[in-house]
């Protein structure tokens, strides 16, 4: 168990309907990173935010947002979801905002998108 | 820009030992990092090596070279529980000081009895 926790662990949903997922770091953690993992293929990383502030923006798509709470817990909102979004979403967190070579991400457990 | 390789599927027997390579270019490298994922699960991670040469915890070890663009990383004594994605990923350092990891897509290991 990483520490990071993530909900929910599944969710089904239809096309251009819009769903938010929620992550929480561990303890101590002040930067939270979103990544996207379709199926056989490499985690691909979307955002990260560091402290509430947005750090780094990776391939994420317009249709895709993300924000870091006071309390540090981060949403990942999906919206006019397509076909194609179904996937495997992860959260990860860490105690640095980027600059440290030595900063280690620690991966929550993920929720599963599917799109029907 | 950024690329990693490694290879996309290996099979070993269970007792034996694996090396899984992974080659590199990057422009501004700062670490490396190995991470396992089973099927479905979320990748937890096992090394890290920033300075060339071997890092050793217990039955894993990671290699470094900086030169050669190049990160082993070598399991001993395999059981079967060790059948998973290796997932090899760059720290890359962007300017202003930024680090960004870019993930590998995955050696998918199979051990058999």
């Known amino acids: 168990d990483s520490g990071v926790t993530q909900t929910p662990k599944h969710l089904i949903t239809a096309t251009g309907q819009r769903v938010t997922l929620r992550c929480s770091p561990r303890?101590?953690?002040?930067?939270v990173y979103w990544y996207q993992q379709s199926l056989d293929q490499g985690l691909q990383f979307l955002i990260h935010?560091?402290?509430?502030?947005?750090?780094a923006k990776g391939n994420i798509l317009e249709r895709f947002s993300a924000q870091q709470f006071p309390d540090l817990h981060s949403e990942l909102n999906l919206s006019s979801l397509e076909l194609g979004d179904s996937a495997l979403y992860f959260c990860?967190?860490?105690?640095?905002?980027?600059?440290?070579?030595?900063?280690?991400?620690?991966f929550g457990p993920g929720t599963r998108l599917t799109v029907l | 820009g950024q690329n990693i390789d490694q290879p996309t599927e290996m099979t070993a027997t269970e007792g034996a030992i694996v090396q899984i390579n992974c080659t590199y270019q990057?422009?501004?490298?700062?670490?490396l990092f190995w991470y396992q994922q089973h099927a479905g699960e979320a990748p937890t991670f096992l090394s890290y090596?920033?300075?060339?040469g071997l890092e050793e915890k217990g039955r894993f070890s990671s290699f470094l070279s900086r030169s050669k663009g190049y990160s082993y990383l070598l399991l001993k004594e395999l059981q079967m529980k060790d059948s998973a994605s290796y997932l090899c990923?760059?720290?890359?350092?962007?300017?202003?000081?930024?680090?960004?990891?870019?993930f590998g897509a995955g050696t998918r290991l199979a051990v058999h009895p």
């Open positions: 990860a967190s860490s105690v640095a905002r980027g600059v440290l070579n030595t900063d280690t991400q620690y």
């Open positions: 303890s101590g953690d002040l930067s």
């Open positions: 935010y560091y402290n509430g502030e947005e750090r």
């Open positions: 990057t422009s501004g490298f700062n670490g």
């Open positions: 090596n920033v300075l060339d």
């Open positions: 990923a760059v720290r890359e350092m962007k300017p202003g000081g930024y680090n960004k990891l870019i």
